[in-house]
């Protein structure tokens, strides 16, 4: 009997295996799973985006988007870097083989958004905000008119101009990048500090709006290339900026009157008639953030810091999810476009003593390229535009169209991250398995800063770890609050809760957090 029994012990062995694989399987997931691509015009260029002598997939029209408007439950509107704006309908189909492209606009000085508002288009290109109407029905545009300008070209390559995006005044809003390293000629064209010594194009690294009757306002400054804008539900404006000189990573900014943020270029035009930014005398070059914040009482920290490559590398256009949970569990949070990782990152904002301060998470990579546009379907859908042309992106090709669809599943995710007085509160998409929930060793809390200098970018500085005083799991598991005494106000805090599972054992489709602190709530709420 003892040598049967050994018979059957591969036989046991194996069965174990084999339920462990199952077991694992079973748990595998991926970001497809969620949120599933569709593909609607992506063709290969011939040569690389950094060639010299780039060309497009032979045949195609080059929809290197760079505006995108959806406009019914069959068509969209985009601006493509060429000039153009087309329609194209049937792109809501699956698959999308009947596709039509019908030229709309043409002749336009590279447009870098688009809307569709009372019965028009209307976007900003290099120098000036342009409404754009057919007005004899034929499918065409036949008016143009500037609805307002005012701004610098001096013929520098980076003078981007982006928008428009609206309010719920009506304004519609717009931003402006710096030139970089203006030479001579370009300066011959500039408007210079007096006080600073800083050249720059008029208005240039200045958000504006132009109100309903077209008067161009100056709002806030000290932008360095501000390519996504976007409003939330609540009607507050919003852009995003990427790294560079004085830009220690990417960023998402409140935008509101007289706020100065950090590129210091900017501030040429700091003494122009109508700027609501007087009086910057000296520049702290060279200290953690959190310090230069306190030596300028006009530096505002970012909503939301972008940890580099963690959490992208170039962000871009901004999105409100406004679908009413037809994209899944997250309605009325923002998504930023990501550039070089053709990636999107998912923001939530909460307001702590009247600013606005959040947490990024990861949401959704494998992009064809370089995410530069989203707009949101009647269906709650994410059109998604794409173009990597100059600059190198992820991606299998260089420009395209696709659409990103939730599938009805609800991934297992921190939804929310809440700054509390001695800790953070986590808001989760299901309800956790409360052994792991409550267990430290689930957890890796830090934080740290970034250097406001003239350099490019910065390094995470001041790195500290933190430890968890006590874990409470809320009694349906949707909610867990971290406890610790090491907050710092005015500095990132990066949560890793990889060893979190909901109740079926499954861990969080991605476990990482980044808050920016702005300021610790008091203890009375506010």
């Not at 409140?254 to 930014?277: C, D, Q, T, Y």
């Not at 910065?458 to 809320?474: C, F, G, M, R």
Request: glycine residues 10%; neutral net charge.
């Amino acid at each position: 009997m003892v040598k049967q029994s050994y018979i059957f012990l591969p036989l046991i062995f194996a069965m174990l295996v084999a339920t462990l694989i199952q077991t694992n399987q079973s748990f595998a997931q991926s970001e497809e799973d969620y949120y599933r691509l569709v593909s609607i015009i992506t063709p290969k260029a011939q040569t690389e985006s950094r060639s010299k002598n780039w060309k497009p997939a032979p045949g195609d029209l080059v929809l290197e988007v760079s505006g995108l408007a959806v406009l019914d439950d069959r068509r969209v509107a985009v601006a493509i870097r060429k000039g153009e704006i087309w329609i194209l309908d049937g792109v809501y189909d699956e698959p999308p083989k009947n596709v039509t492209y019908k030229r709309f606009a043409s002749a336009l000085h590279e447009p870098l958004g688009l809307i569709w508002k009372d019965g028009a288009f209307y976007t900003v290109q290099r120098s000036e905000l342009t409404r754009i109407r057919d007005t004899d029905g034929d499918g065409t545009a036949d008016e143009y008119l500037t609805v307002a300008k005012g701004w610098g070209v001096t013929g520098h390559y980076h003078e981007y101009a982006y928008g428009p995006e609206v309010d719920p005044d009506g304004n519609l809003w717009l931003t402006l990048n710096i030139g970089l390293g203006l030479k001579k000629e370009h300066k011959a064209r500039a408007v210079t500090d007096p006080t600073l010594g800083f050249s720059q194009g008029r208005w240039r690294g200045w958000g504006m709006k132009c109100t309903p009757d077209g008067k161009l306002i100056p709002v806030c400054a000290g932008m360095r290339s501000p390519s996504g804008l976007g409003a939330n539900r609540e009607g507050d404006m919003f852009y995003t900026d990427q790294q560079g000189n004085w830009v220690a990573t990417n960023t998402l900014h409140h935008m509101r009157k007289g706020a100065f943020f950090h590129h210091v270029e900017a501030l040429a035009s700091m003494n122009l008639e109508g700027s609501p930014i007087k009086g910057i005398k000296t520049i702290p070059n060279g200290l953690p953030f959190p310090e230069a914040v306190k030596r300028m009482p006009q530096l505002k920290p970012p909503a939301v810091w972008f940890p580099y490559k963690k959490a992208g590398q170039s962000a871009t256009d901004i999105m409100l999810d406004d679908s009413g949970g037809k994209f899944g569990p997250f309605d009325g949070q923002f998504f930023v476009g990501e550039f070089t990782q053709a990636s999107m990152q998912r923001v939530f904002l909460e307001k702590v003593d009247g600013e606005y301060q959040g947490a990024c998470f990861p949401f959704r990579e494998g992009f064809a390229s370089a995410v530069l546009r989203m707009d949101q379907g009647t269906d709650g859908s994410v059109f998604v535009g794409l173009t990597n042309r100059g600059w190198s992106s992820l991606g299998t090709a260089s420009y395209g169209l696709q659409r990103l669809v939730w599938t009805g599943k609800t991934p297992f995710e921190i939804k929310e991250m809440r700054a509390q007085p001695d800790g953070f509160e986590l808001v989760f998409t299901e309800p956790v398995d409360k052994k792991t929930a409550i267990d430290p060793k689930s957890y890796k809390l830090k934080s740290y800063t970034y250097n406001y200098h003239s350099s490019y970018g910065s390094d995470e500085i001041l790195n500290k770890e933190l430890t968890l005083d006590a874990i409470t799991v809320s009694d349906d598991g949707m909610r867990v609050q971290l406890k610790t005494n090491g907050l710092r106000p005015l500095y990132v805090h990066e949560l890793r809760a990889e060893g979190v599972k909901n109740s079926r054992g499954q861990p969080l489709l991605h476990p990482q957090a980044y808050y920016t602190l702005n300021r610790i709530p008091k203890r009375d709420g506010r």
